[in-house]
């Protein structure tokens, strides 16, 4: 009975592929079937930093002399042409926001099996304004953060630390002027459920650091706290 079922739910699931084609994100390439969001390919061949097995790597070194951080490390190169690119871009500003969920849990199995997020407590992911969350539907730090958190076993607390004001957005801005854009943006609002909590704040890109610093530096006035950062990609200007 078991293999009946089984082997009718493939064969459904074929017709279903057949009649609407699944693409994988990456590549736009067919999905076959098992496969979510992106391709064995991709997966495979999407570039791995493996910063989060490195402690002072490019990414930490962004912080040194502007904050405190613990570690802090990115999963992939956000070069241009490659399928990472690719793959934020079509949860950014296409709204496919699977890929947020999918890439997060690929990454926060790596960081867990490596002892990365040993001694973390809390994920917080990197505030959008509540305008902005609601002209484009969701926060895509939220998104990969919950695949983090599937990932990981750690909670995810998305409302103690918000944005309260709008910044325009950091793309081609030098590393001052997104220093500027973001100073004095974010805020706690419940310092009991951060207070002496390790927090794993969450971004998408990771550039110059800037947005990461102003969230840290904010965060760490709270009793106790402590920092650390991981991001889908990394982009060195």
């Known amino acids: 009975m078991f293999r009946c079922m089984k082997y009718l739910i493939d064969l459904w699931d074929d017709l279903i592929s057949l009649l609407f084609p699944r693409i994988c994100f990456g590549c736009g390439n067919q999905l076959l079937r098992n496969e979510a969001v992106i391709c064995t390919d991709c997966y495979v061949l999407i570039p791995r930093t493996n910063y989060h097995m490195m402690e002072d790597n490019p990414v930490s070194q962004l912080f040194w002399g502007?904050?405190?951080?613990?570690?802090?490390a990115a999963f992939s190169f956000y070069a241009r042409g490659s399928r990472i690119r690719k793959l934020i871009h079509s949860m950014k500003y296409k709204g496919i926001r699977e890929i947020g969920y999918e890439l997060g849990k690929i990454y926060g199995l790596s960081l867990k099996s490596s002892g990365f997020t040993d001694g973390v407590d809390l994920i917080v992911p990197v505030p959008l304004h509540p305008l902005k969350k609601r002209r484009k539907g969701f926060n895509q730090s939220e998104v990969i953060s919950q695949g983090l958190?599937?990932?990981?076993?750690?909670?995810?607390?998305?409302?103690?630390?918000?944005?309260?004001?709008?910044?325009e957005t950091q793309t081609k801005r030098a590393r001052y002027e997104r220093w500027i854009n973001v100073e004095g943006i974010f805020r706690v609002v419940d310092e009991n459920k951060l207070k002496r909590k390790h927090i794993l704040l969450v971004d998408d890109v990771i550039t110059t650091g800037s947005t990461i610093e102003?969230?840290?530096?904010?965060?760490?006035k709270v009793e106790g706290t402590?920092?650390?950062?991981?991001a889908l990609a990394y982009s060195a200007i």
């Not at 958190?149 to 910044?167: C, K, M, Q, W």
């Not at 102003?214 to 760490?220: L, T």
């Open 149 to 167: 958190s599937e990932a990981t076993g750690l909670p995810v607390d998305n409302t103690s630390f918000i944005r309260v004001s709008a910044s």
């Open 214 to 220: 102003s969230c840290a530096c904010e965060i760490q």
């Open 66 to 72: 502007r904050c405190r951080m613990e570690k802090a």
């Open 226 to 230: 402590k920092t650390s950062v991981v």
